[in-house]
């Protein structure tokens, strides 16, 4: 059974940095496409970005393209995601998710398209 647990959220200040990290753990990390989802109070859940199984494509919301990095790390079992320029918007739980694909160009960007979640970890940005 696949377990993600998220790290990394705190209360920062507008402008600073931060990287999360999930660890992925009971399957084989690499039959994964994996992906950052963010919820704010009183929003749905929405796509922040994913990246595919093998590394070397990814896919980013509007929203946070410039800003954020996503990676991974395979033979550590690790997915990231940097942070940088952080504003109060961004402000919320950020969920890693993860789905059994391994198809390299193709990205799924609805939380109903992906069955594994961790518990979040909550951001917070003060301005």
Same mark, same amino acid.
């Given at each position: 059974q696949v377990r993600l647990i998220e790290s990394g959220g705190e209360l920062v200040q507008a402008g600073a940095t931060l990287r999360l990290s999930c660890t992925l753990s009971g399957?084989?990390?690499?039959?994964y496409t994996m992906a950052w989802f963010r919820q704010a109070p009183g929003k749905? =859940?929405?796509?922040?970005?994913?990246?595919n199984y093998?590394?070397?494509?990814t896919n980013y919301a509007d929203? !946070?393209?410039?800003?954020?990095?996503?990676s991974r790390d395979n033979a550590a079992y690790q997915l990231y995601l940097q942070m940088?320029?952080?504003?109060?918007?961004?402000?919320a739980i950020y969920y890693c998710a993860a789905?059994?694909?391994?198809? =390299?160009?193709?990205f799924f960007l609805r939380p109903e398209e992906y069955n594994n979640w961790g518990q979040g970890t909550q !951001?917070?940005?003060s301005g």
């Open positions: 399957d084989t990390f690499t039959m749905e =859940r929405e796509f922040v970005s994913a990246i093998i590394g070397d494509r929203s !946070v393209k410039d800003r954020f990095v996503i940088n320029s952080l504003s109060p918007e961004d402000t789905r059994y694909s391994r198809l =390299r160009g193709t !951001v917070t940005v």
